[in-house]
């Protein structure tokens, strides 16, 4: 087992104080600013952003640190790393914007390539969810006591299709046609990853671009519940491995699922 830099438990409290950040700004008119790629940036994925920022320096001031509010790191310089912290601040802008509670801090830990540590907090909904490579999966709230997550291998009688909230395209579409019976449960951001882990869903395919901050913390949590992570075409989904920091279309999936992987190409 690796020798994490943090504990589970003081990643979670990062994950937990960013949330707090997001609240506040929670309840006011949202001004909203856009990306070169045309992804919405607000004062709270900002905050968060900072909070975590100031947090990791602290814990652990070796471990480089790569966040969608700071990603124009050179290659060059990170391929180098075979540790380093991946943070999406604020995943789901668009569902915070919306004020619909399901945007998420996802703070991961990749070494080699492979994201061993992992936590998606949903400040909103106070959900926790979070794992690390050979220490398990937990769902937790604040008012109560961590409970593992272990996916089951049972057959279910209609599979729920975890889907995109905001970014449906018709290859999605075209793909979810292909698949058999299901029920399709849209949910967003990487709040899916822990629905998926706590058993709330089979399958969760992605076409059209993402980023690896988006995937990595829920990324962590699915494996270790005992589900499992694909790029298209059945590979494992890797991390810092290319200039890009896009992924590759992937899918996840709990073990009845897992066959249904192979509708990615």
């Known amino acids: 087992m690796s020798d994490y830099p943090v504990t589970l438990q003081a990643l979670v409290a990062v994950a937990r104080r960013a949330g707090e950040c997001i609240m506040k700004h929670y309840g006011d008119e949202v001004a909203v600013r856009y990306k070169a790629d045309e992804s919405p940036v607000t004062a709270a994925d900002l905050a968060a952003h900072q909070s975590i920022l100031d947090e990791l320096i602290a814990l652990t001031p070796g471990v480089p640190r790569l966040s969608e509010e700071a990603a124009a790191v050179p290659w ?16 789901g802008t668009r569902e915070f914007i919306a004020r619909n509670g399901e945007f998420t801090v996802n703070i991961a830990l990749i070494e080699h390539g492979e994201p061993v540590m992992g936590v998606v ?16 999966a937990w769902m937790a709230t604040r008012r109560g006591s961590p409970a593992p997550m272990l996916l089951a291998a049972a057959k279910v009688a209609t599979p729920r299709v975890l889907v995109t909230r905001s970014h449906a395209t018709e290859a999605l579409t075209a793909l ?22 706590a058993g709330e869903g089979e399958f969760y395919p992605r076409v059209g671009p993402t980023s690896e901050w988006d995937t990595a913390a829920g990324h962590c949590v699915v494996a270790e519940a005992g589900g499992r992570v694909l790029a298209a075409g059945g590979q494992r ?23 249904w992987q192979d509708t990615l190409p």
């Open 76 to 91: 060059a310089q990170r391929q180098a790393w075979t540790r380093y912290w991946l943070i999406d601040p604020l995943d």
């Open 121 to 136: 907090h949903a400040p909103d909904l106070d959900e926790t969810y979070y794992a690390a490579r050979g220490q398990g």
């Open 176 to 197: 979810l046609n292909g698949l058999p019976a299901h029920e399709a449960v849209r949910v967003g951001s990487a709040l899916k990853f822990g629905r998926l882990a």
């Open 237 to 259: 989904l890797r991390y810092n491995q290319t200039p890009s920091l896009l992924n590759p279309d992937f899918s996840v999936a709990a073990p009845p699922c897992f066959a």
